[in-house]
């Protein structure tokens, strides 16, 4: 089993940059690959970023590429997702969450967070 909590989130006006951390607790938590998703209101789940176990494969949405950068220290057993020259649209509850593959398909995670709102204001 493993537990998931983000931090960070807020309110940051547009252009800004924020900080989510994942913290993760549990058994063998660095062996999972891991990922983030956003959810705004009215809206589906989107895949934002994902992460292997190591660390050394990153793959991101379309969206945030370029302005976002995932990363992870296994030593800390944490993820991160540096948010840069933050949009609008990037308002979201956003969720951390862990599986055994990197991928962009929330169905393929067995575990998530409770999520943290994300607010960029125009």
């Known amino acids: 089993q493993v537990q998931l909590v983000e931090s960070g989130g807020g309110l940051v006006q547009a252009g800004g940059s924020l900080r989510l951390s994942c913290a993760a607790s549990?058994?063998?938590?660095?062996?999972?690959?891991m990922g983030w998703f956003r959810q705004a209101p009215g809206k589906e789940r989107e895949f934002v970023a994902a992460i292997s176990t190591s660390g050394s494969n990153k793959y991101y949405a379309d969206s945030v590429k370029g302005r976002f950068l995932v990363s992870r220290d296994n030593a800390k057993n944490t993820m991160y997702l540096q948010m840069n020259s933050l949009k609008s649209e990037d308002t979201a509850v956003y969720s951390c969450a862990a599986g055994s593959l990197r991928t962009r398909w929330p169905y393929e995670y067995d575990y998530w967070g409770q999520g943290i709102q994300v607010t960029v204001s125009s």
């Open positions: 549990g058994r063998s938590s660095s062996r999972y690959a």
